[in-house]
């Protein structure tokens, strides 16, 4: 079946300016991931969603970032008054099923953020 | 706060030898999960070989397979008879089995494969 996808693929934005990026996970998966992957931090944890609910948002870095996700399917990552700091690769992943379980996190392609 | 730690930003290996990738994680907790991802050009993260702490028999997964030492918090990737398609940044990742459900990842080490 289709995996993860996102979109836009890439996206320039000037700084200041807010951005939406967009996540739809794999059919069934009820647990959805972000993560940032930048040259100076590596791998970043953002938040991720049980169904339409966010029970760990402690990596979002700034009250700048938001996200939600609607009818436990596609998910936007909200972007205000983006910084330079901000450029870099955002990651979604979706998996089965949390809760202890050793279930797969299946990433998408990822969106690569530059901000002029 | 858990760490992974990769301290070999980059290797290399010719083609049809054996690499070994380095891992060392910080945990207090005594179940949790251990993964190794590739990361191609094409940026799509793929999962190579995963691993339950309370296992004590190492994971193997074709060419891949790991050394999992639980007492010296240590997890190395081994990949056997290497091939070109090989060459990406692989990452080490921990999870939490009960505490939480993010993946907390390594800086990566970029693996090169020469012909």
Known sequence: ?116 | AQTVTQSQPEMSVQEAETVTLSCTYDTSESDYYLFWYKQPPSRQMILVIRQEAYKQQNATENRFSVNFQKAAKSFSLKISDSQLGDAAMYFCAYRSLLRSEKLVFGKGTKLTVNP
């Open chain 1, 1 to 116: 079946g289709a995996g993860v996808s996102q979109s836009p693929s890439n996206k320039v934005t000037e700084k200041g300016k807010d951005v939406e990026l967009r996540c739809d996970p794999i059919s069934g998966h009820t647990a959805l991931y972000w993560y940032r992957q930048s040259l100076g931090q590596g791998l970043e944890f953002l938040i991720y969603f049980q169904g339409n609910s966010a029970p760990d948002k402690s990596g979002l870095p700034s009250d700048r970032f938001s996200a939600e996700r609607t009818g436990g399917s596609v998910s936007t990552l909200t972007i205000q008054r983006t910084q330079q700091e901000d450029s870099a690769v955002y990651l979604c992943a979706s998996s089965r099923q949390v809760t202890g379980g050793n279930y797969e996190q299946y990433f998408g392609p990822g969106t690569r953020l530059t901000v002029t």
